[in-house]
């Protein structure tokens, strides 16, 4: 019954923003980490984004830092990916993904047991 699922998704020209959204259901998003990962066709699953639960620190990996930001909306259960300044090399399904606990570093795919089906962003002109 625990579930997440990704929105916002689409088709946006380079320089274009995105807000994609993760809506928790069955558990309450405030109590655990939650990362952003995306794969684009042929690569690896990147981790890109994560927000502690515990003390609300947020990591960005090069590639997205200074255009992607990670945020919270308690009432809605609901934690948002803001993407700005896209560039087609971002080009990927998207995921969320939670975990309660981390052990290692929350941008690493193997700490979370808790996973969203994807949305497809795509930037082209």
């Known amino acids: 019954q625990l579930q997440l699922v990704e929105s916002g998704g689409g088709l946006v020209q380079p320089g274009g923003s995105l807000r994609l959204s993760c809506a928790a259901s069955?558990?309450?998003?405030?109590?655990?980490?939650i990362g952003w990962f995306r794969q684009a066709p042929g690569r690896d699953r990147e981790g890109i984004i994560c927000?502690?639960?515990?003390?609300?620190?947020?990591y960005y990996a090069d590639s997205v830092k200074d255009r992607f930001t990670i945020f919270r909306d308690n009432a809605k259960n609901t934690v948002y990916l803001q993407m700005n300044s896209l560039k087609p090399e971002d080009t990927a399904v998207y995921y969320c993904?939670?975990?309660?606990?981390?052990?290692?570093?929350?941008?690493?795919?193997?700490?979370?047991?808790?996973w969203g089906q994807g949305t497809q962003v795509t930037v082209s002109s």
């Open positions: 927000l502690s639960s515990n003390d609300g620190s947020k």
């Open positions: 069955g558990f309450t998003l405030d109590y655990y980490a």
């Open positions: 993904a939670a975990a309660l606990t981390v052990q290692v570093a929350c941008v690493l795919e193997r700490e979370y047991n808790y």
